[in-house]
Nanobody, 124 residues
Framework: QVQLVESGGGLVQAGGSVRLACAASGRTFSSYSMGWFRQAPGKEREFVAAITRSGDNTLYADSLKGRFTISRDNAKNTVSLQMNSLKPEDTAVYSC?????????????????WGQGTQVTVSS
């Protein structure tokens, strides 16, 4: 049982960097793997990254690995997404979500609790 709120989105030029944060309320945050997803207008929601509940392992979309980094701080009930070398095609609403307790997954259907999202716009 968690509630999630994203922040940190905004306008950035191509090649720049943005760090998104997801703040969780509730006392069981550390029990869940966490994921980041994005959705551009007219497109389906796309997996970005996931992290185990302890933060000891991560999972990335193949096309994004090397540019994006997911991390978490369970003491502060936060999960972050560091986004580097941004491209116009990264423009989307980015959402964090709580996932399975014991494994990471790319499947959006396995995430039950979602934040409302934050807009990232990358200009060329």
């Amino acid at each position: 049982q968690v509630q999630l709120v994203e922040s940190g989105g905004g306008l950035v030029q191509a090649g720049g960097s943005v760090r998104l944060a997801c703040a969780a309320s509730g006392r069981t945050f550390s029990s869940y793997s966490m994921g980041w997803f994005r959705q551009a207008p007219g497109k389906e929601r796309e997996f970005v990254a996931a992290i185990t509940r302890s933060g000891d392992n991560t999972l990335y979309a193949d096309s994004l690995k090397g540019r994006f980094t997911i991390s978490r701080d369970n003491a502060k009930n936060t999960v972050s997404l560091q986004m580097n070398s941004l491209k116009p095609e990264d423009t989307a609403v980015y959402s964090c979500a709580a996932g399975p307790r014991f494994y990471m997954t790319r499947d959006v259907r396995n995430y039950a609790v979602w934040g409302q999202g934050t807009q990232v716009t990358v200009s060329s």
